[in-house]
């Protein structure tokens, strides 16, 4: 009997996916090589998903997660898959521009070209402009159906790789006293990083930035650049935040929000300091897990969002569904690197859909804690994670390594990981002196490409 298999999302998780898989057919031992049919899908009419990115369209957008002058957090040599590196790119950070072309390369090299048999014999189906509405499980015989936007029901899947992310739904801190009443009466002055597009917004105005992350510290300096100063950066240890930030145009030291009053358009801080006539807040303050396709009790009672949707209950290693191992989540831990995860994910996934891995080490991961944090990974807890899969797939199923061998962190690579926060650091300094100079000139704030 064909197995039918699912991947929902083409962005860098479900390309990376789909290729591993597509290679793993070629495997000596494959048990799906003949029996596989896969179903791709993707709503919009390209690949790349959250860096399939258009200025000009609404940064409400469910997809809208970049914005103009966006370069990656994350060096080249880490950032890209395995064994397809980075081309014609001009620094070490790429731009979103040269990511979106690196994806696009790496889909026509290594997918259409490399395995255009398999598309030609119908191994598998890319449907695009196919947004996934609705995901249903057929108790009886545990399988899935799925539902797009524009109404086409796709049945009956054995297995689902959801790669759609984890930058859909913004994570608000609404729990501040006084954030109801703020975001009631003055809702367009509360903005969150996903809606962020440029600083223009924000010249000559009051500005607290919200957000201790990589993506709060690139958006304040290009702030910084047209906004009134010092804009306040509010984050929650404002002593162990390194990121580097020009002190001329930045407040730092005032700690998280402790209150806020609409009224005077003032917020209240830590340090007990009180900032009045705020034109804008932008929180960078992460976003939330959301599986709202799911219908309800499609996944079983054990999986289930605590702590705001920032935790998830019942998952194994991360990724797979511990009570129903026919689902997986692939990318949903924070502070990875993306690209390498999806193939070791992959490699894993592919172990348990060929009934390689023993059903019962698939376990719920350790949740007494249960603490936001579970799924954030510091360096170098990110690349042990990464590991344990590999080491899972190189005791159960070493053959698999013979199509395709993801990346094991050790020696200079993992070495790299290390150095890569400096290197990270060093390039702020130079955009911190692209926002003066911007605003000297009164240029506008643009990263040359």
């Known amino acids: 009997m064909t197995k039918k298999l699912a991947i929902i999302g083409l962005g860098p998780g479900g390309l990376g996916s789909?290729?591993?898989?597509?290679?793993?057919?070629?495997?000596?031992?494959?048990?799906l090589r003949d029996n596989i049919h896969i179903d791709v899908f993707e709503a919009l009419s390209d690949i790349g998903g959250l860096w399939n990115y258009n200025a000009s369209i609404s940064p409400k957008a469910p997809h809208a997660t970049m914005y103009d002058n966006l370069e990656t957090n994350l060096h080249k040599k880490l950032m890209q898959y395995t064994d397809f590196g980075f081309k014609n790119v001009k620094g070490n950070f790429p731009t979103r521009f040269e990511v979106l072309e690196y994806l696009r390369s790496y889909y026509k090299e290594k997918i259409l070209a490399k395995h255009a048999q398999k598309f030609e014999v119908g191994i598998v189906t890319l449907h695009f402009d196919s947004k996934i509405i609705a995901i249903e499980r057929n108790e009886e015989e545990n399988t899935w159906s799925l539902t797009s936007g524009k109404g086409k029901r796709f049945a009956e899947y054995d297995d689902l790789i959801v790669s759609t992310g984890h930058f859909k739904q913004p994570y608000l801190p609404k729990k501040i006293p006084g954030y109801e009443?703020?975001?009631?009466?003055?809702?367009?002055?509360?903005?969150?990083?996903?809606?962020?597009?440029?600083?223009?917004?924000?010249?000559?105005k009051t500005v607290v930035v919200v957000g201790g992350s990589s993506s709060g510290s690139d958006i304040?300096?290009?702030?910084?650049s047209t906004a009134k100063v010092p804009v306040i950066w509010s984050v929650y240890n404002p002593e162990k935040n390194s990121f580097p930030v020009n002190p001329d145009f930045t407040k730092k030291d005032v700690g998280v929000i402790t209150n806020l009053d609409y009224q005077t358009r003032s917020a209240t801080f830590a340090n007990g300091e009180t900032v009045k006539d705020i034109d804008y807040i932008l929180f960078a303050t992460g976003f939330k897990y959301d599986f709202n396709e799911f219908k309800p009790n499609a996944?079983?009672?054990s999986f289930k969002l605590e702590k705001e949707g920032k935790v998830i209950k019942g998952?194994?290693?991360?990724?797979?569904?511990a009570d129903n191992p026919t689902v997986f989540f692939t990318v949903l831990p924070k502070n990875i690197i993306p690209f390498k995860l999806a193939e070791v994910q992959t490699s894993f996934i592919i172990a348990v859909i060929e009934g390689r891995i023993p059903q019962e080490l698939i376990k719920a991961d350790d949740e007494t804690s249960l603490e936001e944090s579970l799924h954030a990974f510091e360096t170098p807890a990110n690349m042990e994670y990464s590991n344990s899969l590999y080491d899972l797939v190189k005791k159960?199923?070493?053959?698999?390594?013979?199509?395709?061998?993801?990346?094991?962190?050790?020696?200079?690579?993992?070495?790299?990981?290390?150095r890569a926060v400096a290197e990270k650091f060093a390039r702020q300094e130079t955009l911190n002196k692209l926002a003066v100079d911007s605003r000297a000139n009164n240029t506008s704030y643009v990263i040359p490409f």
């Not at 159960?396 to 290390?418: G, K, M």
Request: glycine residues 2%; hydrophobic residues 35%; neutral net charge.
């Open 181 to 204: 009443d703020w975001d009631k009466h003055l809702p367009n002055s509360l903005l969150h990083s996903k809606n962020y597009q440029n600083p223009k917004l924000f010249k000559d």
């Open 18 to 31: 789909l290729k591993v898989l597509l290679d793993s057919l070629d495997g000596p031992e494959s048990r």
């Open 299 to 301: 996944l079983p009672p």
């Open 315 to 321: 998952l194994y290693k991360h990724l797979v569904v």
């Open 396 to 418: 159960y199923y070493p053959a698999l390594f013979q199509s395709f061998r993801p990346t094991y962190w050790e020696n200079d690579i993992y070495d790299h990981r290390f």
């Open 220 to 224: 304040l300096i290009q702030i910084t």
